[in-house]
């Protein structure tokens, strides 16, 4: 199978342990997935916009799930995470208002591969240590 720089793959190495969350994750690989090959297909910047726009929304929608659960946990650390998403969501909010009406791919491409490697890098640092949190955590297996 032909392997591309741009593309996701799931593997347990991204799991959290929490099937709520890992299927959330993996709707987001889906979704980062469909916007990188709308760049790289060059489909129109209304198609590319749209699929940046799920992402936004998947990403806000995700983020909110995740602190919901912190706070059920009273994880210690839900401050500092959600400061983290906020980050990701300014981020996303920037470049979303950084698009207009560019069409020059070399860009395009690089903001894919942006988005891409800030997820794929929340998941595998930040979501790790509440994954671990939670592993260590037997209490909270039965809520
Ligand atoms: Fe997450
Ligand atoms: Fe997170």
Do not use: C
């Not at 929304?57 to 706070?71: C, I, T």
Request: glycine share 4%; hydrophobic share 40%.
């Amino acid at each position: 199978m032909q392997q591309h720089i741009w593309k996701i793959e799931w593997d347990d190495s991204l799991s959290v342990g929490i099937p709520e969350i890992d299927a959330d994750h993996k709707q987001f690989i889906v979704l980062v997935n469909r916007l990188n090959k709308a760049i790289i297909d060059r489909m129109e910047l209304s198609e590319i916009k749209n699929r940046l726009q799920s992402i936004l929304e998947d990403a806000v929608r995700h983020f909110e799930h995740e602190e919901g659960l912190f706070r059920q946990w009273n994880y210690h650390d839900v401050d500092a995470h959600a400061r983290k998403h906020a980050e990701i969501v300014s981020t996303l909010r920037t470049i979303m208002g950084r698009v207009g009406s560019d069409t020059l791919m070399p860009q395009w491409i690089e903001v894919g591969l942006e988005i891409k490697d800030t997820l794929i890098t929340h998941i595998s640092t930040e979501d790790m240590k509440y994954a671990q949190f939670y592993r260590n955590s037997p209490e909270l297996h039965r809520q």
